[in-house]
T-cell receptor, first 112, second 113 residues
């Protein structure tokens, strides 16, 4: 069966360090993968989309990689700040199926 | 542009009742998806609508239903509520629903007693 796993439920890091989150999937062949941020009591907010033929995507302090051979995406937050504290979700599409499947999320806490 | 709006934001119901939740997508967006979020199961896909047609449905019982109107607004209905239906129900919209960013609303928090 299809499965999406995010490396850990919680990640605590010091301000200024790089947070690295992992999203692994099995029995999927997604055309693209997305990362979202969710704050408590709010809906997820889109951060980055990376397609199957792209290796890396960047947006400001965020970087995403996508390895379809390893079936893995890495999400990096560089020079982390307390404001980056949130839950980060990876989501995979189902081509031509009009739906996204989400991982359970990783909660990042950045200590000042 | 105004974002996705959902009403009501909070709802308390008792077992056996039914509930209708509403979602207004971003102007110009024609695809609306619904998700259920619980601490145990995370974000689970319920269904997706485009131009008033349901294009996909998640693995939920028939008590969960939805519809979309000609102005792209969408409603979802849950009949015969169970305690396990307590969750945050999220609506997301996109222009066409394929290969696109989903813009989520704030959600409706449903508590079933």
């Amino acid at each position: 069966s299809q499965k999406i796993e995010q490396n850990s439920e919680a990640l605590n890091i010091q301000e200024g360090k790089t947070a690295t989150l992992t999203c692994n999937y099995t029995n999927y062949s997604p055309a693209y993968l997305q990362w979202y941020r969710q704050d408590p009591g709010r809906g997820p907010v889109f951060l980055l989309l990376i397609r199957e033929n792209e290796k890396e995507k960047r947006k400001e302090r965020l970087k995403v990689t996508f390895d379809t051979t390893l079936k893995q995406s890495l999400f990096h937050i560089t020079a982390s700040q307390p404001a980056d504290s949130a839950t980060y979700l990876c989501a995979l599409d189902h081509p031509n199926d009009y739906k996204l499947s989400f991982g359970a999320g990783t909660t990042v806490t950045v200590r000042a | 542009k105004a974002g996705v709006t959902q009403t009501p934001r909070y709802l308390i119901k008792t077992r056996g009742q039914q509930v209708t939740l509403s979602c207004s997508p971003i102007s110009g967006h024609r695809s609306v998806s619904w998700y259920q979020q619980t601490p145990g199961q995370g974000l689970q896909f319920l269904f997706e609508y485009f131009s008033e047609t349901q294009r996909n449905k998640g693995n939920f019982p028939g008590r969960f239903s939805g519809r979309q109107f000609s102005n792209s607004r969408s409603e979802m209905n849950v009949s015969t509520l169970e305690l396990g239906d307590s969750a945050l129900y999220l609506c997301a919209s996109s222009f066409a629903g394929e290969d696109e960013t989903q813009y989520f609303g704030p959600g409706t928090r449903l508590l079933v007693l």
